[in-house]
């Protein structure tokens, strides 16, 4: 079992949305003893950082995370009429692979890099192909789903699409793509 550093001890609470108290309820230790560890005025010994370990653990795992917790804003997206060029700009200018395509607050369509590269490999003229219109080359839609949608739902939607949009109140609030839940996965094994 790795032993926890006491400065470690603020920073994965923080992540898990736990109080102090909530962290000492759960480690069998007081809060104020939680709040001298984390200030680093209290040395606790390793059976102490052990509990709070174990207690973090079991918080991980009690806690639900949910889509719109990891959510990716503002969504980076083009309109349907906007050049493939602008497209391939905006997947450049912000590292991602792929852009959402909204009509105002409407998901139309999605458009990839993956998408792009096959057009080109199947023969089309990529300096006639940046002038179009996202809307003649674009793919179906990212599925959708709401902010409150459990983080296993978003695992299973990902496995067959590239992200999934988040909707709130009928609009496109957020995107939640595989690098985002990649980099859940790297901090939540920083409990370990």
Not at 77 to 88: C, F, G, L, T, W
Not at 105 to 110: D, E, L, N, R, S
Not at 166 to 188: H, N, Q, W, Y
């Amino acid at each position: 079992m790795r032993i926890l550093k006491p400065t470690e001890i603020r920073t994965l609470r923080a992540k898990l949305g736990l109080t102090q108290a909530q962290l000492a309820e759960l480690a069998g230790v007081t809060q104020a003893y939680i709040a001298k560890i984390e200030a680093g005025t209290a040395d606790p010994r390793v059976s102490t950082l052990e509990k709070i370990l174990t207690a973090l653990k079991r918080a991980r795992v009690e806690k639900r995370v949910t889509a719109g917790q990891i959510m990716a804003t503002p969504i980076i997206s083009v309109r349907p009429n906007d050049k493939i060029e602008k497209a391939i700009r905006l997947m450049e200018s912000y590292n991602i692979s792929q852009l959402p395509i909204l009509d105002g607050a409407t998901q139309v369509g999605a458009i990839s890099e993956t998408t792009i590269m096959r057009k080109i490999a199947d023969g089309e003229d990529m300096f006639k192909l940046v002038r179009r219109n996202v809307e003649e080359t674009m793919d179906n839609p990212f599925p959708s789903i709401s902010k409150d949608t459990d983080i296993d739902t978003v695992y299973h939607l990902l496995e067959h699409n590239p992200a999934v949009l988040v909707i709130d109140r009928g609009r496109a609030a957020g995107i939640v793509t595989k690098a985002d839940v990649l980099k859940l996965v790297k901090e939540l094994g920083k409990i370990k």
